[in-house]
């Protein structure tokens, strides 16, 4: 479908995998936040404030990614995949 709509498949993997890390880090999935709470013993809400900046640091880097294609494509470029 992606390719469909004029989307690089290769383009649409690297959003789809942004994606999904958001959200293995963010309630109330979050798996990521429940195995650090596990290990740490510390509680879900001081893990999900610590975790609060880096979630929004891979949200900027998800809209720049999603709506700037070459940066997303460079690395596979230079290594010939495109």
Known sequence: MAAKLGINPLHFGFIMVLNLAIGMATPPVGVCLFVS?????LSLEEISKAVYPFVLAE??????????EPISMV????????
Do not use: E, S
Not at 59 to 68: C, D, G, K, P
Not at 75 to 82: I, R, T, V
């Open 59 to 68: 949200l900027v880097i998800l809209m720049l990614v999603t709506y700037i």
């Open 37 to 41: 709470c596990g290990i740490t013993g």
């Open 75 to 82: 690395l596979p470029k230079l290594l010939g995949f495109l």
